[in-house]
């Protein structure tokens, strides 16, 4: 059964369908009706013609009777020279002469005359001819025809109107049934739809057998349901991470805490008090993590001003830390964007290397035609091929990265590779001789920089 929404759109679709097709049929009426009324007044016109010429022959040839019968046309009265009528039509006989009108200095005239005294009512075709007469002078011959109606005759516009409402109602219903048949199983994907929660992510609806535009569309829910199962799933882990990584400093507090509360007197409140500020700190990390990744997922928009990353990496590059660092720079390498974002990305890569590196980190900076390349090598223990993706995804640390730092909230690199997407870049981690290499590309502007 068609339900409220299939109903909906099938009363709008046959609404729009009987109108098309009352304009339609409508304008086809018309247009038939137009042709044979303009053939039916040709072919009067013609009779007219053709029986103004037979009556001319009989005059000629003097075998003119004084009535004329079986002409075909409505009227014909024949005059001679002293206008005087010498034969016509039954209805003419003993009638004064129909019209005073006469062929201008040719043998014949045609017209349109409304005001027929012996024929009243509409306006007629008059078809005038001269006939020579020997002896006699010029006689003149009248044919009159009345014209056509625009609707020919009532029983033609009752036919073409029976037809144009038939035509128009069986258009109805064809839509109707073929609007039906279309929506029904549209209403099905739609009732299966409504019947998913989050409480059953992983039911999808039924793939139609026909109707190859509604099976594409069973695939395409079917499809974005799966992206957002799991978009879910990933949310749900995400959330389940963040908690683990946020409860873990607070239990650490907690317990310190309670052991020296325990023994206030021998506790070493100075001590305790660096391990809180530094399990705070940690938090603090955390949730600054957090919210720049919620302001990345959220699309918040972005500065667009020239950026000179050769300049901003030197400067980050020549901040203290404990590893050497080496960079080759490309001069004026432009690219438009966040400098405060793309500073936190650089940062969170030389944060990294920093973590991992034995004792040195590269960082490189050249360009191409329309591409400007970062790379951040170091020296250290590099990262299997197959977890260069894994390294990615949020709150993941390696076991090599849990050893040597942990305090990271393993939110870095995927706030740097949000930031690389946000600016319409890519950041990937590509093969080397040794260590970790992450390629940074963005797009280069011609603009300079402010």
Known sequence: MITRFGSSIRARLTLWAGVAAAVLWTLLS?????VVQHTADEWRRASAVNAA????????????PTVITGSGVDAIQV???????????????????ISALEPENTASRTLITCDLPQLPGDCHFMAIFRA?????????????????????????????AGFTVTMVLLTRFGVSRVVARTLTPVDGIRAELAEITATDPGKRVRIPRNADEIRELAHTVNQTLDRLQDAAERQRMFVSDASHDLRSPITAMRTQLEDAMLHPADADWEEIGQALMTSLDRLQAIVADLLTLARLDAGAPTAHEPVNLSELISAEASRPRGKKVITTLHPDVIVPGDRLQLTRLLTNLLDNA????ESTIIVAVRRSKDTAFIEVLDDGAGIAPDQRELVFQRFTRL?????RDAGGTGLGLPIAREIAAAHHGTLTIEDSDYGARFVLQLPLTEEPAG
Do not use: F, K
Request: charged fraction near 20%.
């Open 53 to 64: 010429l037979s009556t001319v022959h009989h005059v000629e040839r003097g075998e003119l």
């Open 30 to 34: 018309v247009l038939v009706l137009y």
């Open 132 to 160: 020579y007469q020997d002896g006699g002078g010029d006689w003149l011959v009248y044919s009159v025809v009345e014209e056509v109606p625009w609707y020919v005759h009532p029983v033609l516009v009752a036919s073409l």
């Open 354 to 357: 920093e973590r991992h590196a």
């Open 399 to 403: 076991d090599a990265s849990r050893s």
């Open 79 to 97: 005059l001679n020279a002293q206008g005087q009528v010498m034969a016509s039509t039954p209805n003419l006989v003993g009638r004064p002469r």
